[in-house]
Structure formats: C-alpha cells, structure tokens
C-alpha cells in the first residue's frame, strides 16, 4: 500500500478478524481452561473496567461472573470491538504506550476457549486477584505521586432535561514562581459526573512576556492545557518536555454537559504534576487541533453533511518547524466513523502515520506513541488529517440520517480535528536526531 489509497475505501462496518486468520493457535487441540488461560487476559486487559463500581456494564473478576457472558465476549474481541482500541492494525504506526489492545493470540485463546464450552478449569491455576486503585485515586499517583496541585472547577448542576449547556468558570493557579508541568490529569468530581460530562477543556490563560500569537491561541499551544473525555484521562510529557505556569496563571474550564434524566451537581478536577524545583525541560509541548475540514472564510470550520449519505472530508497543517508527534487522538461525534493522519514530507513522499478505521464516539482514545515510535518529522512537513462521516440508517449512533448535519459543538452536530501534542525541534536538534538514526537504521518518516 502506498500514501493513504487504502483510506480511499474505510471499513464502514468495523475491523473484523477471521477465526482462521489468527493462526495455528485458533484451531490447535490444547485445552484451555478459564483459570489458566483466559482469568490472566482479561486481567491485563480487561478487568480494569469490567469490575463492580467501574464503568462497564458487568463484571469479569470470577468464572461466575463471565461465563453467562461467554458468547458475547467472543463476538466483541473477533471483531476488535473490545478491548477498545480502534486504530488499523494493519497501517501506520503500531507501537503505543497505552496499547490496551489484544494480540491474535490472545483472541485466539478467547475464541477457543468459548468454542469448547467455557470450561472453568483447576481452580488452582486461577491467578491471584487483581488489586485496584481507589476511584477516589487519581491514575497516575502510581507513577509521580499524588498530584502538587489540585484545581477545582466550580460546581454545576445539571436539570434533568434541557439543552447541552457550556459551563465556563474561572480557577485560579497558586503559585508564586514559574514552574514547569510534566503531566496533567483531569476527572469529574465524582462517579455521578461521568454520567454528564461529555468533555471537558482546561485552557491555561496567563500572561507570558514575548509570547507569540500561537502562543496566545486559547485552541492550540500551551493556551491549551488538556482535553479530557471518556478514555482519555491523562497526558504525560515526553522526557525533557513540558508545559510552563507562571504566577498569575487561570484555568479557564469548559464543562460541556448533557442532561440524562436525573439531577446531577457536580464539578471537575484537574491534578498537575510538576517538575521538581529548578528542573527545567528543554522542551515546549503544544496541544494543537490539527482540523481534518477545509477553512471557511470566516475562518471557520467547513463541514455539511447530506442526509443519508457518506462523507469525507480533509484538512492540511505545516510544521513551521521540525517536529515531534507525541500522539494522536480523533474527535469527532455521533456519525463519525474514521480518520487518518499521514505526513507529506517535503521530498513529496508520503506516510500513513495512524488510521482510526471504526471510530466509537463513546471512546475518545487517545493513542500515545512509544517513546521509540513517535514520528520525527522535518520542517516543512503537511499533516494530512482525512475524517469519515457515516450520516446513514447503517449507523446505528445515528440520531436521525434525514438531517444535514454541519459542525457543532453540540453532540447531535459534528465535528473533525486531531488532538496532537507537539514537541518543536530546533535545527540542530533535528540534525542530531537524524545522525542517531543513520548510525542505527534510518525511518520511513526521516527526511531532510
């Protein structure tokens, strides 16, 4: 495959895996037993939602608890719809920090063990439960600590029908000396929260001495601290990069939340992690939105969507300098079906970077490269962002494909970008990262 011809024709319906592509493992003779074969996949991949008080609809700690729940489980991992991870195996960049993502063996292993009856096996090699976090806990305590600073939201109550509603408070930032941020997470107040909060922006407003135009970008750059919504809780920062909070400094919040039919009052809370005192990184990350529509002329997003129709749409982005992607992440709504980010590099060559084929509006994934995966790019490369929308009866998330549907902050439009991090190289530091890849192997994406 070259450039993005495979994107010309998305797989609509989803990414389905053939049992018999999965290999020898699919089809091999071996019992496999409950308890010691699949008790130890779903708890690396699957328990953390799939337990009492978590988010999933039902739990799958105990053979009792999975059994009835057997037939289903084999038809969600044939066809990559759980765990959910949504990118194309098959395309672009394959190694993530966060992969939550099962291996063929893995399916295969499911799928046999169903195929033959569910068994529950020795109870002896059932693996020792899993311990969990506290929800109270936030996520990444486990790797820095509890957070050095915690900022609350105002609260809001949400009726328990009405409009979406755009709440949009102000926080102040305490601190009196400017440091630099290494992670930032975000959750609502409370488990009741989740319920109602579609998303959640924490734009960093502070005034910043020579700060340029991007800079002061409420959209992109540091102005933009954080996206949260479901599946996306956290950004870590790459080593030697980070974002800057001088004194002064207010968190602008955007709550978007929708009614649910009962009365809900809450807030959210964003825990900052700092660089210790003194530690400088030397790097700026920026959070862009790289749109995937074209540009009015009122600068605006373009996006009209027939009813009962398929769409594509394109948006192209330059690097003004050479770059690091830290990750990617698509946002669209309830017709959204995939998007791609391909590089064009300067010499005119082209690279798929990463496909999301069966986009899930309630999973809003962010896919964070591994530190020895994430794209270098020259300056002067295009990030070619393509997004699918399905405004069809085939869409089941469709609420009504006899409508146009344009751009729209509210659930029932739509929408169209990219959430990147961007981590800006000099021209000598991309020199250096070009010279460390020669004497190693050169990348696809490496060009002068």
């Known amino acids: 495959m070259r450039g993005m011809m495979k994107l010309s024709v998305p797989v609509w319906g989803g990414f389905f895996v053939a049992a018999g592509s999965l290999g020898a493992a699919a089809l091999t003779e071996k019992p496999v037993t409950f308890t010691k074969d699949v008790a130890p996949i779903l708890q690396a991949k699957c328990q953390e939602c799939h337990r009492k008080g978590s988010m999933a609809p039902m739990s799958l700690l105990t053979y009792q608890e999975t059994r009835p729940w057997a037939k289903a489980i084999r038809e969600r991992v044939l066809t990559r719809q759980m765990p959910p991870w949504h990118i194309d195996k098959t395309v672009g960049i394959q190694k993530f920090q966060n992969d939550i993502s099962l291996s063929d063996a893995q399916i295969a292993t499911i799928v046999h063990w169903v195929d033959s009856g569910a068994p529950m096996g020795d109870p ?83 005034n910043e001495p020579g700060a340029t135009a991007e800079d002061n970008d409420p959209n992109a750059g540091p102005g933009l601290l954080m996206e949260w919504a479901i599946g996306k809780n956290y950004d870590v920062y790459r080593n030697n990069a980070g974002k800057l909070l001088l004194p002064g400094a207010h968190i602008w919040w955007e709550l978007h939340l929708h009614a649910v039919g009962e009365q809900i009052r809450d807030h959210a809370e964003l825990g900052v992690y700092l660089y210790p005192k003194g530690q400088e990184p030397q790097h700026r990350t920026r959070l862009m939105i790289f749109s995937a529509t074209p540009v009015g002329t009122d600068g605006g997003a373009v996006l009209d969507i027939a009813p009962n129709s398929l769409s594509e749409t394109q948006g192209f982005h330059v690097l003004k300098q050479a770059a690091r992607l830290e990750n990617f992440q698509p946002h669209m709504h309830l017709r959204g079906k995939a998007m791609a980010m391909e590089a064009i590099l300067p010499d005119g060559r082209r690279q798929t970077l990463s496909y999301v084929d069966h986009f899930n509006f309630n999973w809003m994934i962010n896919y964070i490269y591994a530190d020895d995966a994430a794209p270098v790019l020259p300056k002067g490369t295009v990030l070619h962002i393509t997004a699918w929308h399905d405004n069809t009866v085939a869409n089941r998330n469709n609420p009504d494909p006899t409508q146009w549907v344009g751009w729209g902050d509210r659930t029932v439009d739509e929408m169209a970008h990219a959430w990147v991090n961007v981590t800006y190289l000099s021209d000598q530091e991309y020199q250096q990262y070009l010279d460390q890849q020669k004497a190693k192997k050169p990348t696809a994406v490496a060009s002068r």
């Open 124 to 206: 002896k090699d059932m693996p020792p439960p899993k311990e969990f976090p506290n929800y109270d806990g936030w996520q990444l305590a486990k790797q820095f600590g509890e957070p050095d600073l915690v900022l609350k939201s105002d609260d809001y109550t949400m009726p328990a029908h009405g409009q979406d509603v755009w709440f949009k408070p102000l926080t102040a930032v305490p601190i009196t000396e400017a440091r630099w941020v290494r992670a930032v997470e975000i959750r609502p107040g409370t488990p009741s929260g989740r319920k109602i909060m579609h998303h959640v922006l924490a734009r960093l407003q502070q």
